[in-house]
T-cell receptor, first 117, second 116 residues
Framework: DTGVSQDPRHKITKRGQNVTFRCDPI?????LYWYRQTLGQGPEFLTY????????KSRLLSDRFSAERPKGSFSTLEIQRTEQGDSAMYLC???????????????FGEGSWLTVV | GNSVTQMEGPVTLSEEAFLTINCTYT??????LFWYVQYPGEGLQLLLK?????DKGSNKGFEATYRKETTSFHLEKGSVQVSDSAVYFC???????????????FGTGTRLQVTL
């Protein structure tokens, strides 16, 4: 395992459909993050897990979005009733650290591109 | 809140030219600073980082120095190559305190295009 892996890499869906993305973090990383990136912008934080606990959610994460990390390993991000505005790249990232560590590196996956038509 | 401001691109340079991409930040505490690079169609890769004032991060010929007095973390490279063409993101991460976790706050990115 050499990095964060995401699946699928690309998804085209019709408006109103549900989509799910999967993220497998680097082994032994206890922290997992989801970000969203739209064209021409930097990544924006969506949510964060420490082990299986979802500890923070951004205001960007509407009720149609749900993320899980049931066993503290892989995570899924589901978008229900997709809208055209959901078209973006969804980035997963992971890191290892405790509450008092700072500056520890966050590693990103290659992202999952979503196009809603 | 925290924010990162980068110079707008695109930046177009000839191969072997000197590169500077400006980055300034606003933060309430003492953040760690990062540069990430994104090649076409790919995710983000960490390029370099600095965790405290006056630290210099370096990697693959790129350098950036954490300047607390000017709240800046400018990216430099003495001689760019065509393969350096990518989008570069400056980011900060607050120092963690007990019971909270820190996340990355990114700038909007600067596209670099290097030509022969």
């Amino acid at each position: 395992d050499t990095g964060v892996s995401q699946d699928p890499r690309h998804k085209i869906t019709k408006r109103g459909q549900n989509v799910t993305f999967r993220c497998d973090p680097i082994s032994e990383h206890n922290r997992l993050y989801w970000y969203r990136q739209t064209l021409g912008q930097g990544p924006e934080f969506l949510t964060y897990f420490q082990n299986e606990a979802q500890l923070e959610k951004s205001r960007l994460l509407s009720d149609r979005f749900s993320a899980e990390r049931p066993k503290g390993s892989f995570s899924t991000l589901e978008i229900q009733r997709t809208e055209q505005g959901d078209s973006a790249m969804y980035l997963c990232a992971s890191s290892f650290g405790g509450w008092t560590l700072s500056g520890n590196t966050i590693y990103f996956g290659e992202g999952s591109w979503l196009t809603v038509v | 809140g925290n924010s990162v401001t980068q110079m707008e691109g695109p930046v177009t340079l000839s191969e072997e030219a000197f590169l500077t991409i400006n980055c300034t930040y606003t933060a309430t505490g003492y953040p760690s600073l990062f540069w990430y690079v994104q090649y076409p169609g790919e995710g983000l890769q960490l390029l370099l980082k600095a965790t405290k004032a006056d630290d210099k991060g370096s990697n693959k010929g790129f350098e950036a120095t954490y300047r607390k007095e000017t709240t800046s973390f400018h990216l430099e490279k003495g001689s760019v190559q065509v393969s350096d063409s990518a989008v570069y993101f400056c980011a900060l991460r607050e120092r963690e305190t007990t019971g909270t976790a820190s996340k990355l706050t990114f700038g909007t990115g600067t596209r670099l295009q290097v030509t022969l």
